[in-house]
């Protein structure tokens, strides 16, 4: 069974840092992009970032760039989000997303992810 298992998440203080995983199980996620999304309660899912499947290429949206990192170790079959200096505006369930592509280099948010984790919550509050 393909599956995307999310970790991670928990109370943080702002200006503080998470880590996010997101682990794949019945699948191999070298020739998957994979993407990170989050929603707010009574807000639109929102696209956070991307990975092509090589790594070699990440996009992130306006709202976190230069504050979170997305990586990825497919040896561990395993992607990242490193959340640094976050905002109570960043309080969300986070979803990490996959999509198989031949094209190695290239991700983009809005790609129509086959596949979703369950979640993991954020709560970024003093």
């Known amino acids: 069974q393909l599956q995307l298992v999310e970790s991670g998440g928990g109370l943080v203080q702002p200006g503080g840092s998470l880590r996010l995983s997101c682990a794949a199980s019945g699948f191999s996620l070298d020739y998957y992009a994979m993407g990170w999304f989050r929603q707010a309660p009574g807000k639109e899912r929102e696209g956070v970032s991307c990975i092509s499947s090589s790594g070699a290429s990440t996009n992130y949206a306006a709202s976190v760039k230069g504050r979170f990192t997305v990586s990825r170790d497919n040896t561990k079959n395993t992607v990242y989000l490193q959340m640094n200096s976050l905002k109570p505006e960043d309080t969300a369930v986070y979803y990490c997303?996959?999509?198989?592509?031949?094209?190695?280099?290239?991700?983009?948010?809005?790609?129509?992810?086959?596949?979703w984790g369950q979640g993991t919550q954020v709560t970024v509050s003093s």
């Open positions: 997303a996959g999509i198989g592509t031949t094209v190695q280099d290239m991700c983009d948010i809005k790609y129509h992810y086959e596949y």
